[in-house]
């Protein structure tokens, strides 16, 4: 099953058919909304609005760990998702889709970790996204849609709910970096942790302050988010239809030898709560 993760902007689902609603409760509270499960080319498809239904979330205040658990739950093994983000460079203008490799954290106040509570588990991440499910969309993005995309890039992620500084700006384009945006992170470390493939489409809404202010920059990022939308839409479907049912990647063994904590010592409530995701490795 394919998972999406709508950003910004994209508050429905891809034309599904047969649809049903999953009330998924996971160890980690509710997620953001009811999953949305349907057919899409044959193929099952489960969404969830990353803000709630009515952007009710703040970027810090999402329940990622609650949305990947509960796509895990119901048999996701492919996660993509949307984000919408600011530009950073000259080459990326509004309404440029972003298929980024790397991404810089600068968070704070955000749950990275499905473990603790006396598990300890040291994910490596020196590539956040998966690579096979990026190059795959990459390859729909030249067949299914005629906006411009870049493939690969760093995805700058901060706190929010506020922009950067003039300063912040433009130190993150002195560092070359491409976007910047608010919610790929804890996102993708998650996905990790729960051993699925991810892949973000990264879609842009305005420029950064670096290129000046807007006085009405929620409307201008607003009105390019739609616009991005129905591109994202369709970059989204053509993997339904080509992915191959194997993965042919690492993600889903990626938590082989990273469990720090002797199985006996770590507490069997934690276990009970992580079993799903690491339960195969104690």
Not at 49 to 58: C, E, F, K, S, V
Not at 72 to 89: D, H, T
Not at 172 to 179: C, I, L, P, S
Not at 189 to 205: F, Q
Request: negative net charge; charged residues 25%.
């Amino acid at each position: 099953m394919l998972g999406f993760i709508g950003g910004s902007g994209i508050y429905e689902a891809l034309p599904l058919e047969n649809t049903h609603t999953e009330d998924v409760t996971t160890p980690y509270g509710d997620p953001s909304a009811p999953i949305e499960v349907g057919e899409l080319a044959g193929e099952e498809v489960a969404f969830v609005p990353r803000h709630g239904a009515d952007h009710q979330y703040t970027p810090t205040e999402v329940p990622y760990r609650a949305n990947v658990y509960a796509l895990k739950s119901l048999g996701v093994e492919r996660v993509i998702a949307s984000n919408a983000v600011g530009s950073l460079q000259e080459a990326y203008p509004p309404r440029t889709l972003v298929l980024p490799d790397q991404f810089v954290d600068r968070t704070r106040d955000r749950e990275y970790s499905f473990f603790g509570d006396g598990i300890v588990v040291h994910q490596e991440l020196a590539e956040p996204y998966c690579p096979h499910l990026t190059e795959h969309l990459a390859a729909a993005a030249a067949e299914a849609t005629n906006a411009d995309c870049a493939l690969g890039g760093t995805y700058v992620c901060i706190e929010g709910p506020q922009y950067s500084t003039k300063a912040e700006s433009e130190w993150f384009r002195e560092r070359g970096w491409e976007v910047i945006g608010m919610t790929t992170v804890p996102e993708a470390k998650l996905a990790r942790e729960a051993e699925l493939c991810y892949a973000t489409v990264a879609g842009v809404t305005d420029w950064g302050v670096w290129k000046g202010a807007d006085e009405d920059r929620l409307s201008s990022v607003l009105e390019n988010a739609a616009a991005n939308e129905d591109a994202i839409k369709a970059l989204v479907e053509h993997p339904v239809r080509t992915l191959p049912d194997e993965r042919d990647c690492g993600c889903g063994h990626a938590l082989a030898g990273t469990v720090n904590t002797p199985t006996e010592a770590i507490p069997a409530k934690t276990r009970e709560r992580v079993d799903l995701l690491v339960g195969e490795y104690l």
